[in-house]
């Protein structure tokens, strides 16, 4: 039996729900560290340029890390909500100018067409926005073709089990995480596990 999606408790469309959630992800442990670890493997790719996408990008707290801590990049967001495009707009400020905003969502079908390709794609505690794990290979397959030749897919969400989540159709064990992404086609590399997150490096 096909279990049915976990409804979402909030509607991130609206700017009310946006701006609680900005406001708690805040407060959130380890959230530098993760960032960090992003910036680390973007920058190995030892590029002098980098065009990135990011997949349920929100209010910009990853993108505004990496534009400033990284110099030439580039970088195209998509989250199907514009108030959260609009408050990563006011949080990315003066470098703006370096970023393309796509309001689309990644459970359509078609969310990929005409984006281009990247050097990288990443996306933060976003997967689960599927509202069901079921869905996550279909999205990793689909990220695939996004990817230039020598390309890196940078995964981290929350898991489920100890010192984690415990809703087990909506949140992946971390084994489950890394072999959906194998299921996928891709080869994994555990980067960054901690605070119930787990950041995966796909090529």
């Given at each position: 039996?096909?279990?049915?999606?976990?409804?979402?408790?909030?509607?991130?469309?609206?700017?009310?729900?946006?701006?609680?959630?900005?406001?708690?992800?805040?407060?959130?442990?380890?959230?530098?560290?993760?960032?960090?670890?992003?910036?680390?493997?973007?920058?190995?790719?030892?590029?002098?340029?980098?065009?990135?996408?990011?997949?349920?990008?929100?209010?910009?707290?990853?993108?505004?890390?990496?534009?400033?801590?990284?110099?030439?990049?580039?970088?195209?967001?998509?989250?199907?909500?514009?108030?959260?495009?609009?408050?990563?707009?006011?949080?990315?400020?003066?470098?703006?100018?370096?970023?393309?905003?796509?309001?689309?969502?990644?459970?359509?079908?078609?969310?990929?067409?005409?984006?281009?390709?990247?050097?990288?794609?990443?996306?933060?505690?976003?997967?689960?926005?599927?509202?069901?794990?079921?869905?996550?290979?279909?999205?990793?397959?689909?990220?695939?073709?996004?990817?230039?030749?020598?390309?890196?897919?940078?995964?981290?969400?929350?898991?489920?089990?100890?010192?984690?989540?415990?809703?087990?159709?909506?949140?992946?064990?971390?084994?489950?995480?890394?072999?959906?992404?194998?299921?996928?086609?891709y080869q994994v590399t555990e980067i960054l596990v901690k605070g119930g997150r787990v950041l995966n490096?796909?090529t």
């Amino acid at each position: 039996m096909i279990q049915a999606d976990v409804p979402s408790p909030v509607d991130l469309r609206k700017m009310s729900d946006a701006k609680e959630w900005e406001s708690s992800a805040m407060q959130r442990p380890f959230r530098k560290e993760f960032f960090e670890a992003f910036t680390n493997e973007l920058q190995q790719l030892n590029k002098a340029s980098l065009h990135v996408l990011e997949l349920g990008s929100g209010p910009g707290f990853l993108a505004q890390h990496l534009l400033s801590n990284i110099d030439g990049l580039t970088m195209t967001l998509l989250d199907f909500s514009p108030a959260m495009h609009e408050l990563a707009q006011k949080r990315i400020g003066k470098n703006v100018e370096h970023i393309k905003f796509i309001e689309r969502s990644f459970k359509e079908t078609a969310w990929p067409d005409d984006l281009g390709k990247f050097d990288a794609v990443i996306t933060n505690q976003a997967v689960h926005e599927l509202r069901h794990k079921r869905y996550a290979t279909t999205l990793h397959e689909q990220v695939r073709p996004l990817l230039i030749d020598g390309g890196i897919y940078l995964v981290c969400d929350h898991y489920c089990g100890e010192d984690g989540m415990k809703n087990d159709q909506l949140y992946m064990t971390i084994v489950e995480s890394r072999e959906c992404l194998i299921e996928a086609g891709y080869q994994v590399t555990e980067i960054l596990v901690k605070g119930g997150r787990v950041l995966n490096r796909a090529t």
